[in-house]
């Protein structure tokens, strides 16, 4: 499950034309931060998951990260 949401925010970051350090920059992260996250080496705090949330406009959610999917008709 954790990769699915590794690939999310690597996904995301690509599709944004982000490197890992502007997408730390945006968070308040370090680069190495991000590097983390993308191999799966480390998972976002509530804090961090909360900014990944608004810096992505919700397009990744903590629920990419904890492996649950929204359920259709409810909110995120």
């Excluded at 730390?24 to 804090?47: M, N």
Aim: glycine share 10%.
């Amino acid at each position: 499950m954790v990769w699915l949401s590794v690939m999310r925010l690597v996904d995301w970051r690509k599709k944004k034309g982000l490197t890992q350090k502007q997408l730390g920059d945006g968070l308040e992260l370090e680069q190495a931060t991000v590097a983390r996250y993308e191999t799966g080496k480390r998972l976002p705090q509530r804090d961090e998951l909360d900014r990944i949330y608004r810096f992505t406009g919700g397009e990744v959610t903590a629920n990419d990260f904890v492996g649950q999917e929204p359920v259709p008709g409810e909110a995120a």
